[in-house]
Nanobody, 123 residues
Framework: QVQLVESGGGLVQAGGSLRLSCAASGDTGSRYAMGWFRQSPGKAREFVAT????????AYAVSVKGRFTISRDNSKNMVYLQMNSLKPEDTAVYYCATSFAAIPTTTTLYNNWGQGTQVTVSS
């Protein structure tokens, strides 16, 4: 079992940037992909980005491609989400998660989830 803790959320103006971090602990010896998802009130949790174990493969939602960058540091058991050019529609709780799939883009392929960190983008 892996425990995940997200941090780095906050309030930012449109056009600004934030960097989210996700710290993993517990069974960190397994090789798993990491992903970021987000959920707004009244909406389903949606895929944002994912990165393979090696970091060599990534995938992004169309809505964030070119603005967000996912990365990981396996030596520190960390995964990051750099978010630039933020928009009000990016406002959500952001979650990180682990998966044993290759490049998983759906929630059903993830088995461990963090508690989330709130990101609010003001217009």
């Amino acid at each position: 079992q892996v425990q995940l803790v997200e941090s780095g959320g906050g309030l930012v103006q449109a056009g600004g940037s934030l960097r989210l971090s996700c710290a993993a602990s517990g069974d960190t010896g397994s090789r798993y992909a990491m992903g970021w998802f987000r959920q707004s009130p009244g909406k389903a949790r949606e895929f944002v980005a994912t990165i393979s174990w090696s970091g060599g493969n990534t995938a992004y939602a169309v809505s964030v491609k070119g603005r967000f960058t996912i990365s990981r540091d396996n030596s520190k058991n960390m995964v990051y989400l750099q978010m630039n050019s933020l928009k009000p529609e990016d406002t959500a709780v952001y979650y990180c998660a682990t998966s044993f799939a290759a490049i998983p883009t759906t929630t059903t392929l993830y088995n461990n989830w963090g508690q989330g960190t709130q990101v609010t983008v003001s217009s």
